[in-house]
């Protein structure tokens, strides 16, 4: 059973004068990355929250589902992973900013390799490895034809052109599917994959903007 309950977490449940953000860590990732903190000392502007997802892309839209109920937040930031799960949150009436969305989840993870992974990060529920299988790559090929993203009030894409895990091709094709479907595109050479610190100065900058 999913411990998904916000309720559950260290969050303080009293009303807020800022307006809540969710940020969406990537598959091999979590909360305890750092990024959320990142973002919460570059964008004070907002209450920074960010649960800790599955490897299940189903299970994961749940989790962030039940979190934005409770919260509604105002702005939802996601990373690889994250930023695919980012365009098919339930909450249209947050601007959205997906940094190098993993579109092409089932690539990237056969790419990666069948088999025993570590984690990049310590996990909130103590695991330390994933595994990687052709049931979970087929879950996410299904949960692609099965749901349908839903916008935000303005939809923004940071794609970095020299992705060193999706690689440049790659980030092409997510950037052409994200215009196609609405979204603003921004491209930069400051960052690769990840959400570093050059990441985090440009999505500043653009939250501002909002």
């Known amino acids: 059973m999913l411990k998904t309950d916000p309720s559950k977490q260290n969050w303080d449940w009293e009303p807020k004068q800022r307006p809540y953000a969710l940020y969406i860590h990537g598959f091999a990732s979590s909360p305890k990355s750092g990024t959320r903190a990142s973002l919460a000392r570059s964008i004070p502007e907002y209450e920074w929250l960010a649960p800790e ?19 509604q937040p105002a702005l939802i930031v996601g990373t690889s992973m994250g930023g695919m799960l980012c365009l098919y949150v339930n909450d249209p009436a947050a601007a959205k ?54 916008p935000g009030i303005r939809n923004i894409g940071l794609f970095s052109s020299d992705d060193e895990l999706i690689g440049h091709e790659g980030s092409k094709r997510n950037a052409k ?34």
């Open 53 to 71: 997802i599955t490897h299940d892309p189903y299970e994961s839209l749940t989790i962030l589902n039940e979190w934005t109920d409770a919260f």
């Open 97 to 150: 900013i997906a940094v190098n969305p993993s579109l092409e989840m089932e690539r990237t993870l056969r790419q990666r390799g069948y088999g025993k992974h570590p984690y990049l990060q310590e996990r909130e529920n103590g695991d330390t490895e994933y595994i990687i299988d052709e049931p979970m790559i087929q879950r996410f090929i299904a949960f692609k034809k099965e749901k349908q993203p839903i």
């Open 177 to 210: 599917a994200l215009e196609q479907a609405g979204w603003e595109i921004i491209w930069s050479d400051k960052f690769g994959h990840r959400c570093n610190d050059h990441a985090v100065k440009i999505l500043t900058k653009i939250v501002k903007e909002l």
